[in-house]
């Protein structure tokens, strides 16, 4: 059973960073591609990032760039997003999610993306 769970979520000052995890299980991480999304409160989910199989990043959003940085550790069947310089409109539910794919779909194909975790909640706030 293919299952995705986030975690690392929580009440960062602004400025702070946090790390979220995306840890895989049901399937090799190292033949997908892993994106990150979020939903802000009364706000529709966006598309944050995704990193390729072995190798690749698209930013789907520039709000995030510069600070927001992805790695993966295939032998962990695990995703990692690193959050640097939290500011509050950061502020909501982490989801990350997979395509049955190794690279990342263009902007334009998100609904590429199938599995989702339950998502991690990020507060900034101080």
């Known amino acids: 059973q293919v299952q995705l769970v986030e975690s690392g979520g929580g009440l960062v000052q602004p400025g702070g960073s946090l790390r979220l995890s995306c840890e895989a299980s049901?399937?090799?991480?190292?033949?997908?591609?892993i994106g990150w999304f979020r939903q802000a409160p009364g706000k529709e989910r966006g598309a944050i990032l995704c990193?390729?199989?072995?190798?690749?990043?698209?930013y789907y959003t520039d709000s995030v760039t510069g600070r927001f940085t992805v790695s993966r550790d295939n032998a962990k069947n695990t995703v990692y997003l690193r959050m640097n310089s939290l500011k509050p409109e950061d502020t909501a539910v982490y989801y990350c999610?997979?395509?049955?794919?190794?690279?990342?779909?263009?902007?334009?194909?998100?609904?590429?993306?199938?599995?989702w975790g339950q998502g991690t909640q990020v507060t900034v706030s101080s």
């Open positions: 990193t390729g199989s072995h190798f690749g990043v698209i």
């Open positions: 999610a997979r395509v049955v794919a190794r690279l990342c779909p263009p902007p334009g194909q998100l609904d590429d993306f199938g599995d």
């Open positions: 049901g399937f090799t991480l190292d033949s997908y591609a």
